[in-house]
């Protein structure tokens, strides 16, 4: 009897161990974007879902799906999760669309990617970066490839964020999903930005950061606690730096390209520029030797750094003194 057993389990086993799994397919539900790679950055020949097609599941991984698209000399995609979910509204995008249109899509808008809370923070750091050694701590970053001296940021500051204060004022009417996508830094996948192309094309100036989606992720974290909206906010930011960078600061730094400066130097040339006491309100941090940012401590109610920079405390500073890198590795 054992034999008469054991036989056909011999036979059976070796077919149930190399049976094909099933084929899963999966019906489209948004117009997605079918990328070459898991962070989204190529999609050759700009594949977009059909709604109502059906695709092959080849994979699912942290939230996105690997699926086939036939025809295509690239056929597998990843794409969201979300682009097969039913509870998901198809997303169409439109050239031209009336003000009441452009009204009714904008009220749908979650509050995380176009308004932050009503009130406006009364104090705000503002981070400025010295992009040379920035990219000298993280020359992996895409923004911080093929930089030379015609690179804007070779001797300007650029801007790192505009944050209400106190530190703890983060993630203003934000969803715990979109929390979560931000602090796992897949920044790729937070919500666009509604900006307008000037304020768009000045932050991929002023923010070297937006190749790497800094920009989306500075909006969640802090900007949706800054009281205006998205657009407004980096305006804002943006005017802030330009005002630094047409000042003796910027001057002091890129005469000091290569040399160790301190912190009570920087804070003279701000007084210089902005008035006596406003040195009071700029820290300095740095990295392996490196000044890598300025913080400025601002109070509100204007524009004008000058005003801006307005106290009688004196904010202490994490670094005394650092070296001015230039630009390259």
Not at 105 to 120: A, D, W
Not at 223 to 232: H, Q
């Amino acid at each position: 009897m054992k034999k008469t057993i054991t036989i056909p389990l011999i036979l059976v086993l070796p077919m149930l161990l190399t049976a094909k799994k099933p084929k899963v397919y999966k019906e489209a539900t948004t117009v997605c974007s079918a990328f070459n790679d898991m962070k989204h950055r190529n999609n050759t020949h700009d594949i977009k879902l059909k709604v109502g097609k059906s695709y092959r599941v080849l994979q699912e991984n942290k939230g996105q799906i690997l699926t086939l698209i036939e025809g295509e000399r690239i056929a597998q995609r990843w794409v969201d999760k979300r682009c097969f979910e039913e509870s998901t509204k198809v997303e169409k995008k439109e050239l031209t669309s009336s003000f009441a249109e452009r009204l009714a899509k904008n009220s749908k808008v979650l509050k995380s990617s176009s308004q932050s809370n009503s009130k406006k923070a009364k104090q705000n750091l503002l981070a400025l970066s010295w992009q040379n050694a920035f990219c000298q701590t993280h020359q992996y970053k895409k923004e911080c490839k093929r930089r030379d001296s015609k690179s804007f940021g070779a001797f300007e500051f650029v801007l790192h964020g505009l944050w209400p204060q106190p530190r703890n004022n983060q993630y203003c009417n934000v969803s715990k999903k979109e929390v979560g996508t931000d602090k796992n830094k897949q920044w790729y996948r937070l919500e666009k930005l509604d900006l307008n192309m000037t304020t768009r094309n000045e932050l991929k100036k002023y923010m070297p950061g937006y190749s790497s989606n800094l920009h989306r992720h500075e909006w969640v974290k802090h900007g949706t606690c800054y009281g205006t909206s998205a657009n407004d906010y980096f305006a804002n930011a943006i005017a802030l730096v330009k005002q630094v960078n047409q000042s003796k600061v910027q001057q002091y730094f890129k005469q000091n390209i290569g040399k160790v400066i301190t912190l009570k130097e920087v804070r003279k040339e701000f007084d210089k520029a902005f008035g006596t006491g406003a040195g009071k309100q700029v820290t300095m941090n740095c990295k392996g030797g490196l000044v890598t940012e300025l913080w400025l401590h601002l109070g509100s109610g204007s524009d004008e750094l000058k005003e801006l920079l307005k106290s009688n405390k004196t904010v202490r500073s994490r670094c005394q003194k650092g070296r001015v890198d230039a630009v390259g590795f």
